[in-house]
């Protein structure tokens, strides 16, 4: 069965502040996707990593994929209150665009 | 810009109803999906379809049935309700798998209680 485990799954952490949120998953994929939801909220795409070593970045955020270690990471520079959010991966392991998502890391930026 | 909407928004049943979620992209989208969100949980895909007319078992697809009769539409049924179906219920579409760099776009949500 396929597990996407994200961690942590709580995050409270000051502005100014540098993290990483991580997520890994226990079979071959070269897609990952992260979502951002606010409460109540629809999800947001945020990044698409298409293949190994595929980084992005947008503002304080920056994603990376690596397949080999079934692993992609989130890192958050000089947080801010707006990113106060949760936090998905998901993968699509067979391409066939049937994601599995992992459980979230709920981020609270504190003043 | 109305992307993928959901109808309705809210809705309370009684064990035993029945009742129809409506999704409608606008996006000419081929793939439509119906996921649930648990408390504390990633969304889970319940069902999905590939195209007009076509509809497939995700996940977690007992207790439901889906339709997509328009390729705008895709209609997610409840026959019987039962509490554990209490959830928020999420729409959302995308191109094929030939275009992986676009993302799946989601819909608002549909907060349905069963009691």
């Known amino acids: 069965e396929l597990k996407v485990e994200q961690n942590p799954l709580f995050l409270s952490m000051q502005e100014g502040k540098n993290y990483t949120i991580y997520c890994n998953y226990s079979?071959?994929?070269?897609?990952l996707y992260w979502y951002r939801q606010d409460p109540g909220k629809s999800l947001e795409s945020l990044f698409v990593l298409l293949s190994n070593g595929a980084v992005k970045q947008e503002g304080r955020l920056m994603a990376s994929l690596d397949t080999k270690a079934r692993l992609s990471t989130l890192h958050i520079t000089a947080a801010v209150h707006d990113l106060s959010a949760t936090y998905f991966c998901?993968?699509?392991?067979?391409?066939?665009?049937?994601?599995?998502f992992g459980s979230g890391t709920r981020l609270l930026v504190r003043p | 810009n109305a992307g993928v909407t959901q109808t309705p928004k809210f809705r309370v049943l009684k064990t035993g109803q029945s009742m129809t979620l409506l999704c409608a992209q606008d996006m000419n989208h081929e793939y439509m999906y119906w996921y649930r969100q648990d408390p504390g949980m990633g969304l889970r895909l319940i069902h999905y379809?590939?195209?007009?007319?076509?509809?497939a078992k995700g996940e977690v697809p007992d207790g439901y049935n889906v339709s997509r009769l328009k390729k705008q539409n895709f209609l997610l049924g409840l026959e019987s309700a039962a509490p554990s179906q209490t959830s928020v219920y999420f729409c959302a579409s995308s191109w094929s798998p030939g275009s992986p760099n676009q993302p799946q776009h989601f819909g608002d949500g549909t907060r349905l209680s069963i009691l």
């Open positions: 379809s590939v195209g007009e007319g076509t509809t």
């Open positions: 998901a993968v699509d392991p067979d391409s066939s665009y049937k994601l599995i």
């Open positions: 079979t071959t994929s070269d897609r």
